[in-house]
C-alpha cells in the first residue's frame, strides 16, 4: 500500500478537511493541504508523483500495490480512512510519502516510525517493531538512492523519528511508516524535489526498502 500524502484537491476542500476525525488517543484534522515549495510546486503533486513510481517499480517485480488516493478524489481522504484502507487491504507494508514544511536551512529527509500507542481504537503495539524494521530498509535504500543526508533538524542524524500523534500511524494494525522525503521549504532541498530524475530516484529507493521488507 502506498499512501500518497494530502490531495492536490484539499485546498479547495479547506471546510471538509479541516473536520476533526478519532484518531483513538486524540482527536485530529480530516487532512491539510501539505507545504509547497516557494514557486509553488505543492507536496500533494509532489507524493503523487513519487508514489507512482515507486508503483510501477513495485508491480514490475511482482508485488501488487493498492493507492489510499490517486487524485481521483474530490479531497483526503481523512488519515483515519487511510490508515484502515491499509487495514482492509490487510497490506504486508504501507509507506505514506510525504515532504517537509520545515523552516528554510532545514535540510534531508526522515522515516516517521509509530511509536506504541494504546487509545480508543489505536492500538500499535503489534504494529511498532514491524514497522520500525520497515522504515530501517526504507531509510537505508533512500539515502543509496538519492544520496540525501538523514535529517539535520530532526531525529539527531539517524533518519528516523518514532512519533505517536499521526492518526495515519495510530489506526494502522498493518506495518507502516512515513517518509519526509525533504523539506519543501528550504531552497536546496526544493531543487531535488521538484526535479524528475530525482523523484524517479526517490521512488527507486521507496520500492526497493519495501522489497527487503517484504523479502525479510
Ligand atoms: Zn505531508
Known amino acids: 500500500m502506498l499512501d500518497p500524502g494530502h490531495n492536490p484537491n484539499n485546498r479547495d476542500h479547506t471546510a471538509e478537511i479541516s473536520r476533526h476525525v478519532d484518531i483513538g488517543t486524540d482527536e485530529k484534522e480530516c487532512d491539510t493541504t501539505g507545504t509547497a515549495t516557494d514557486?509553488?510546486?505543492?507536496?500533494?503533486?509532489?507524493?503523487?508523483?513519487?508514489?507512482?513510481?515507486?508503483?510501477?517499480?513495485?508491480?514490475?517485480?511482482?508485488?501488487t500495490v493498492k493507492f489510499t488516493q490517486d487524485g481521483d478524489r474530490a479531497f483526503g481522504p481523512c488519515v483515519?480512512?487511510?490508515?484502515?484502507?491499509?487495514?482492509?487491504?490487510?497490506?504486508?507494508?504501507?509507506?505514506?510519502v510525504h515532504a517537509d514544511g520545515a523552516p528554510a536551512g532545514d535540510r534531508g529527509f526522515h522515516v516517521i516510525l509509530p511509536k506504541s500507542v494504546r487509545g480508543g481504537d489505536a492500538d500499535t503495539s503489534k504494529i511498532a517493531a514491524p514497522s520500525r524494521r520497515l522504515g530501517e530498509r526504507v531509510r537505508g535504500e533512500f539515502m543509496d538512492a538519492t544520496h540525501s543526508e538523514p535529517a539535520d533538524y530532526i531525529g539527531d542524524g539517524s533518519g528516523l523519528n518514532v512519533r505517536g500523534d499521526l492518526g495515519g500511524l495510530n489506526l494502522s494494525t498493518v506495518p507502516k511508516v512515513f517518509i519526509e522525503c525533504g523539506n519543501m521549504r528550504d531552497s536546496k532541498d526544493a531543487a531535488e524535489l521538484t526535479d524528475p530524475k530525482w523523484r524517479e530516484r526517490a521512488a527507486l529507493g521507496i520500492a526497493q526498502g519495501i522489497t527487503d521488507f517484504l523479502n525479510g
Open 39 to 63: 514557486a509553488g510546486y505543492s507536496e500533494a503533486s509532489f507524493t503523487l508523483d513519487v508514489a507512482r513510481h515507486a508503483r510501477a517499480l513495485l508491480e514490475a517485480r511482482g508485488a
Open 80 to 96: 483515519d480512512e487511510r490508515a484502515r484502507i491499509g487495514n482492509s487491504a490487510h497490506a504486508d507494508a504501507v509507506v505514506s
